[in-house]
């Protein structure tokens, strides 16, 4: 692909098009070099069905971004068992036609979490202009990698200001306390950090930063948004460099590690 901003390209063929992605580099960072080349080349893995919690975030995700599109993806399936022949017939008109069967709990839940986002005046203020799904390719200076990233939505800041990009995320506690961690343990920091710098890199555009707008997947929906400290960006910055600095290494010498391959002695972790 060739670098630089590309408007109106599939999501999935944003996925299977080349270049890393900071999924693909958490992968590394989290894990192994063996995780991601392994997953990133099997033609033969078992399918992973989304957990009701992900499935959620994409539904809401389409509910605020593109409202539009929701029932053209999206179809309200009979209120009977999944075991049903009705509901088997169903689901089998709905493959034919691309359309995904969801229970109208599921859509109601959808459209409460996406209208509560929309209250809150500073994300408000972003979605009035903008863009959803916007892919970006770049090439890392010090490597030669190519590189991409997909904003949720990229809201322009006044006359040729630059971008601020908005980022949407459920969680089962937002407030600060509760999202700080998640933060954490999902590496949203780094996400963070490769979508500003990536971004502005492919468009040659100011990017003022990222915001998390964040809803809880539970009745009543509390949200919140959040853009992470100079500090967290800081850190993030250099966990990036130093794991695609580690894919470079593997990908010029195509081996890529995973675990010890010796007999390993262990403790027993500390809060043991």
């Given at each position: 692909m ?9 999501n ?37 069905a ?13 509910a ?46 959808a ?70 961690k ?21 468009s ?11 809803v ?28 695609l600095?580690l ?26």
């Amino acid at each position: 692909m060739t670098p630089g901003v590309h408007y109106g390209i599939a999501n999935d063929a944003y996925h299977q098009g080349e270049g890393l992605s900071h999924s693909g580099l958490k992968r590394i960072r989290m894990q192994t070099p063996f995780h991601y080349h392994a997953l990133a080349t099997a033609t033969d893995a078992p399918p992973k069905a989304p957990t009701p919690q992900m499935f959620n975030g994409t539904l809401t995700h389409c509910a605020l971004l593109e409202p539009e599109h929701f029932d053209l993806r999206y179809v309200i399936a009979p209120d009977v068992s999944k075991s049903s022949r009705l509901y088997k017939e169903f689901a089998q008109q709905c493959m034919s036609s691309g359309m995904e069967p969801i229970s109208q709990l599921q859509r109601d839940a959808a459209f409460r979490q996406a209208e509560a986002l929309r209250k809150l005046p500073q994300v408000a203020e972003l979605l009035a202009h903008g863009q959803p799904e916007v892919s970006a390719w770049w090439r890392d200076v010090a490597t030669g990698v190519l590189c991409k990233c997909r904003p949720d939505w990229v809201s322009p800041v006044g006359l040729g200001k630059g971008v601020v990009l908005l980022d949407v995320k459920t969680a089962s506690d937002a407030s600060p306390e509760g999202f700080s961690k998640s933060v954490a343990n999902f590496g949203y920091h780094t996400q963070a950090d490769w979508y500003c710098t990536g971004f502005e890199l492919a468009s040659g555009m100011q990017v003022h930063g990222m915001v998390f707008a964040v809803v809880e997947s539970e009745f009543p929906h509390a949200c919140a948004a959040y853009m992470l400290s100079d500090a967290a960006l800081l850190r993030a910055r250099e966990d990036n460099r130093e794991a695609l600095n580690l894919y470079a290494r593997c990908a010029q010498a195509a081996q890529w590690p995973g675990y010890p391959s010796e007999i390993q002695v262990i403790e027993l972790p500390r809060w043991a």
